[in-house]
């Protein structure tokens, strides 16, 4: 089992800057890579961002390329979400996630799920 710990949320002016954090614990062996959801209210859950957790490769959905950085840190066993030049429209939940494998599509298959920290953009 792993549990996925968020911190970081808060509420910014659209146009800042926040950085969430995850630590994981537990059998942190089996992580293949690390990820960012979120959900808006009245909205289904979406996928933000995600990372290997060996080599660094890293996807991101298109509505937060360029303004949004993950990475991870192996020897802490936490994943970070740097997110600058936010919007009212980035306001969500956002939940960090982990998985044991990864297929073509990095946005599905997730074996384990933060219980989220809470972003709110104000315009």
């Known amino acids: 089992q792993v549990l996925l710990v968020e911190s970081g949320g808060g509420l910014v002016q659209a146009g800042g800057s926040l950085r969430l954090s995850c630590e994981a614990s537990g059998r942190t062996f089996s992580i293949v890579a690390m990820k960012w959801f979120r959900q808006a209210p009245g909205k289904d859950r979406e996928f933000v961002a995600a990372?290997?957790?060996?080599?660094?490769?890293?996807y991101y959905a298109d509505s937060v390329k360029g303004r949004f950085t993950i990475s991870r840190d192996n020897a802490k066993n936490t994943a970070a979400l740097q997110m600058n030049s936010l919007k009212p429209e980035d306001t969500a939940v956002y939940y960090c996630?982990?998985?044991?494998?990864?297929?073509?599509?990095?946005?599905?298959?997730?074996?384990?799920w933060g219980k989220g920290t809470r972003v709110t953009v104000s315009s």
């Open positions: 990372i290997s957790w060996s080599g660094g490769t890293t």
């Open positions: 996630a982990a998985s044991n494998s990864v297929g073509a599509n990095w946005a599905v298959g997730v074996n384990y």
